[in-house]
């Protein structure tokens, strides 16, 4: 038993589980690399 039952006619994807473009997850996936590079790295 499913908490939020599907209509068959609602076929939208909620903004949250859509998938990104490439370009733009790439530009993200390099974004959060540096930041937890960032958050690692010893201050001077």
Do not use: F
């Amino acid at each position: 038993m499913s908490a939020h039952p599907v209509d068959a006619d609602e076929q939208s994807v909620h903004p949250v589980d859509e998938k990104l473009p490439a370009l733009k997850m790439a530009t993200s996936g390099l974004q959060h690399v540096a930041a937890m590079y960032a958050g690692s790295s010893p201050r001077p």
